[in-house]
């Protein structure tokens, strides 16, 4: 099944009226895991960005911000694990599916074509902005919420307070030259603290923290670059004292962040280079990668578990199958955009 140009046949396999499995086994969802707020918003924002939705891929939207909405509590805190039962099996907090959640709601709140997504996922957002949080990437995620719906409405004063709020968040970044990331280590889901501060930069007309944040990113890129093509940050992480080097297992949710926080540069300054970034990350799950393999199948749309040194983990989960389908989608955008 093909919309806007993505096969979501491998996504429809794991999903269910009630959300999509986090795990697989190979091709097989593993219901024994349940699914997690993470991988259902990460779902609602490809499903939500898709201009003209078959009716099997809108009630996929609808399914998943049913699932979002479900996981919230009043005071914006949210739930994250749920169990195969249905039941929520973890504390509410404003940990990083928070912030993912509230990047979902945001963008499909001023992006979804379907009004009752847009209805629903609208009054969530308006509850999740009265949380926060202390950790960075939640908060990095949760501006990407904030932004969706400052661009669509200015004048949302809950939006620009949650943004003035995270930029304390933001600022702890020390713009030294030989080791500029905020923390001791690259670790994870590293291009959202660049994206969050050019959007931040913008909204709050703060010119030096989105030079910082363009700054940041193309470092993140260099890190990340081995004989012209993408190496990314390993699940270990890299140390500011380690050089540079190869390392396995490369996740695929890393290149789809940074193909986010690309794009996000491409549409702040119209320069080039950010959108051909993007292509590089498409390229990366094409096979232009350390280990000359393709991190998806082209033909059902999944996006295979890591990239190994001699291939790649054959297990095709929620979480990589979303990244394929984000990045291939945020490429696809900014073809039609160019062709147009």
Wanted: a negative charge; aromatic letters at 6%.
């Amino acid at each position: 099944m093909r919309d806007d140009g993505l096969r979501f046949d491998h996504l429809v396999r794991l999903s269910t009226p009630l959300g999509v499995y986090e795990h697989a086994l190979l091709d097989e969802p593993r219901i024994e895991h349940g699914m997690c707020v993470d991988d259902v918003a990460r779902a609602l924002v490809v499903t939500a960005r898709v201009a003209d939705p078959s009716p099997e891929v809108a009630a996929l939207a609808r399914g998943y911000v049913d699932f979002v909405v479900g996981a919230l509590h009043d005071d914006g805190t949210m739930h994250n694990r749920r169990n195969p039962d249905g039941t929520w099996g973890d504390e509410a907090s404003t940990r990083d599916h928070w912030g993912r959640a509230l990047w979902a709601l945001g963008t499909a709140a001023t992006a979804s074509p379907d009004p009752v997504v847009r209805s629903k996922a609208s009054l969530a957002a308006g509850t999740a902005m009265s949380g926060r949080s202390r950790w960075m990437r939640a908060t990095a995620y949760a501006v990407l919420g904030a932004s969706a719906v400052l661009d669509a409405h200015p004048e949302d004063r809950q939006a620009r307070r949650l943004l003035r709020d995270a930029c304390v968040v933001l600022r702890r970044a020390r713009m030294d030259r030989t080791w500029p990331w905020p923390e001791d280590s690259l670790t994870y889901a590293n291009a959202v603290l660049p994206q969050a501060m050019l959007l931040t930069g913008r909204h709050l007309e703060l010119p030096d923290l989105r030079d910082d944040g363009r700054y940041l990113l193309r470092w993140l890129i260099d890190q990340q670059t081995q004989d012209g093509h993408l190496s990314m940050i390993p699940v270990a992480g890299r140390a500011r004292w380690a050089s540079p080097s190869v390392g396995f297992d490369q996740q695929p949710i890393e290149v789809a962040a940074l193909a986010e926080a690309c794009r996000t540069a491409f549409l702040e300054t119209g320069d080039e280079r950010w959108r051909l970034a993007v292509d590089d990350c498409v390229a990366w799950f094409e096979g232009d990668n350390d280990s000359r393999t393709p991190v998806r199948d082209a033909e059902t749309g999944a996006g295979y578990d890591g990239l190994e040194r001699d291939g790649v983990n054959q297990n095709r989960g929620a979480e990589s199958t979303l990244a394929w389908l984000s990045t291939q989608q945020l490429s696809l955008l900014d073809r039609a955009a160019v062709d147009g």
